[in-house]
């Protein structure tokens, strides 16, 4: 933990706004950009200025000059102060203190979420902001754990940018992200103090959950409309809190408490508490670290410290050291002769030049690399095309030598028949075989994956038919006897080159699926064993190489269909934190080792048999359980006699695979305990559901299940 991230100047930064020397860009987005800056009392400020090319147009002028005017209306200990501006300048600036804390939504992606106290002690603090925004006459409209920075001393609320003062737009476009915003915002209603409460609430419940109030099962137009019905998914949150949380989630409006009301009922939850607004007594340690870290840099950058530089403690003579000589007082203003403001003027030309040049630079780079990505997703789908015709072509040739070889072997069975009948009648000449036709090289066959819980498969193959003929009565020779014996030998020597011929297929389903090593046999064809060398190492093909690219502790997006069989063909992976991180891998190995996998709910292997047997691997996977997401199970009476809990299944199906009949939503996940009490997964004193645990995880945790 190292604090901010601040990134340093590139060409198209300019090196100051006004009195404010820029040291790094903490953040950008769409119109503007923020920097870090020294003023010339050397005290550090953030900047935000107007990202344009060009000339700043009037629409965007007035904007940002709106803007200004409302930041610098609110003057609370709980907001960033605005310290100076000029939206007149060449390019719009604004300077706020600069606050060195992490925001909300960092401290819960990093370290987790806060206890019910640490909650409330932090809602009071965010509602005393909003009571004093409200009373300027500013509506935040933006209320949610990025906006909302965590010093030791409490929250501070910033970023005005799409705020609005009653008194100067009645604006109905809904802006701020979805999971946060009011009901009347995501219908595009206009926005009143009432929206800013229900995103507390909203911010409120992220902080003690992890997880937005709502499902998270659907894409973004699917969320869309659950905010606008006010479909919410409380379930988990502490009873403690449902009475403070709960009325800040109302749909209508005017049933949702004043700001005023809800700051006076968190103040009122914290009585008999101590009464101390330090942080460092209501956080949990691993936030306070996190914080001090950030307030650390701080400190290092204020003393005149270098961006980028790690924490240096401190130097033999007990000073930090990286820290730059004082300077000094700043110096009063001189007059500007003709030659020195022309002297600028033609650095402000350059510095736009520059800016200019580096903006088509940026976009050269991005055209260049747009068509890169292009070439290579053209190039990959030919691969893939070029893949499946190959798979068809080596599937058709086996099914052909497949044909031919049982084709011969019913045509020699005959034949032997033949020679044994003529030779018990006497007849006077036995049927001579037929040439053999040439058969074509064997070709390997394509494996496939088993299922996701099932164990590999064995090749398995019928034994072929003897091909002697039953020994017949001696009797005395005739006079075309002698050819029997060069017709056995012929047919004995036609015998074991069809045999050998049959050998070289390739392995059936769920076994290695490599190529057959023996005598005169290598890659995909038979050998003479002599003459010319060994045959290139073949290379893995696609699916070998995204197997052989997995490794224990990656985390893939695969799940169990419910059918037996994994919702992909080959392993994606994707990180252990993104939503649709369903598996994590705790092991691979080369070649079948499902035995080395751990056996435990939730746990499993996939093996695949690859396009030779080096390529072949065995990924040991376990789901990773989390709160609202739903599998299948087998419910008789109040017993789960049977379950799937690798399958990610939808909680609003109201269909399953054939032997399941229930579908179980994971409510909560805890640390397993050495027993569990009656009512131990129930979400309050009130709540009659019916629940079940599974203690996952190799025993280290317990997940509670509900039927939906």
């Not at 307030?295 to 003393?303: C, F, N, S, T």
Request: with cysteine.
């Amino acid at each position: 933990m190292t604090g901010a991230q601040v990134d340093p100047l590139d060409g198209g930064d300019p090196e100051a706004l006004g009195p404010y020397r820029l040291l790094g860009r903490l953040a950008s987005g769409g119109m503007g950009r923020i920097y870090l800056a020294r003023g010339a009392d050397g005290r550090l400020a953030a900047v935000k200025t107007l990202l344009a090319e060009g000339v700043v147009s009037q629409v965007d002028r007035r904007r940002f000059e709106r803007e200004v005017t409302l930041a610098q209306r609110v003057d609370s200990d709980f907001t960033a102060r605005v310290r100076d501006a000029d939206s007149k300048a060449d390019r719009p600036w604004m300077a706020i203190d600069y606050i060195a804390a992490p925001s909300l939504s960092q401290l819960v992606r990093t370290a987790g979420v806060l206890p019910a106290s640490a909650v409330r002690w932090l809602a009071a603090g965010t509602s005393q902001a909003l009571v004093t925004l409200h009373e300027q006459g500013v509506v935040h409209r933006d209320v949610k754990p990025q906006n909302i920075l965590l010093p030791l001393a409490g929250p501070r609320v910033i970023d005005f940018g799409i705020s609005h003062a009653n008194d100067i737009t009645r604006t109905s476009l809904t802006l701020g992200t979805i999971a946060f915003t009011s009901p009347e915002q995501a219908r595009g209603e206009r926005s009143t103090a009432a929206s800013d409460v229900y995103s507390l609430g909203a911010t409120l419940f992220h902080l003690a959950l992890g997880r937005p109030p709502y499902r998270a099962d659907g894409d973004t137009l699917v969320l869309l409309a659950r905010v606008q019905r006010g479909e919410l998914h409380l379930d988990g949150l502490p009873k403690e809190l449902v009475s403070l949380i709960r009325p800040c989630l109302e749909v209508e409006p005017g049933n949702r408490p004043r700001p005023a009301e809800l700051l006076a009922r968190f103040r009122e939850s914290l009585a008999g508490l101590p009464a101390s607004q330090d942080g460092g007594r209501w956080l949990p340690q691993r936030w306070t670290s996190l914080i001090t870290a950030y307030e650390r840099q701080g400190e290092r950058l204020a003393r005149g410290g270098v961006i980028g530089a790690a924490d240096p403690g401190d130097g033999a003579d007990g000073r930090p050291t990286d820290v730059l000589p004082p300077q000094g007082p700043p110096q009063p203003p001189t007059r500007v002769l003709p030659e020195e403001q022309a002297r600028r003027e033609r650095e402000e030309r350059g510095q736009r030049e520059r800016e200019e040049r580096g903006q088509r630079e940026r976009e050269e780079r991005e055209r260049l690399e747009r068509e890169k990505r292009e070439g290579e997703q053209r190039e990959k789908r030919e691969r893939k095309d070029r893949a499946e015709r190959e798979r068809r072509e080596r599937a058709e040739r086996a099914r052909r030598d497949r044909a031919h070889r049982e084709r011969r072997e019913r045509e020699e069975r005959a034949r032997l028949a033949a020679v044994a009948r003529a030779r018990a009648s006497g007849s006077a000449q036995p049927p001579q075989p037929s040439a053999p036709d040439p058969a074509p090289a064997p070709a390997p066959r394509q494996p496939s994956s088993p299922g996701p819980a099932g164990p590999p498969g064995r090749a398995r193959s019928a034994p072929l038919p003897d091909p002697s003929p039953p020994a017949p009565p001696r009797r005395k020779p005739s006079n075309w006897s002698w050819l029997f014996v060069p017709l056995v030998v012929v047919l004995i020597l036609y015998w074991m080159n069809s045999a050998e011929d049959s050998g070289s297929g390739g392995s059936g389903p769920g076994s290695s699926g490599g190529s057959v090593s023996g005598t005169g046999l290598s890659g995909t064809g038979t050998g003479s064993g002599t003459g010319g060398g060994a045959p290139p190492e073949p290379t893995p093909g696609a699916a070998d190489a995204a197997f052989l690219g997995v490794s224990g502790g990656d985390c893939l997006t695969a799940y169990d269909d419910g059918y037996g069989n994994w919702s992909t063909d080959v392993p994606r992976k994707t990180g252990c934190d993104a939503a649709d991180a369903y598996l994590r891998v705790t092991s691979a190995h080369r070649g079948a080792a499902g035995s080395k996998c751990p056996d435990d709910v939730g746990a499993s292997w996939w093996y695949h048999s690859g396009s030779r047997a080096a390529y072949s691997t065995t990924l040991c996977v376990v789901r990773q359980f989390r709160t609202g997401q739903c599998f299948v199970a087998e419910r008789t009476g109040r017993e789960i006699t049977d379950s799937r809990p690798l399958t990610v299944w939808s909680c609003t199906k109201d269909t399953v695979p054939e032997g399941y009949n229930a579908i179980l939503q994971i409510t909560a996940r805890y640390r397993s305990q050495s027993s569990y009490p009656a009512g131990f997964c129930a979400q309050n004193g009130s709540d009659r559901n019916y629940y079940w645990y599974y203690e996952v995880d190799d025993g280290e945790a317990v997940i509670c299940l509900r039927q939906v």
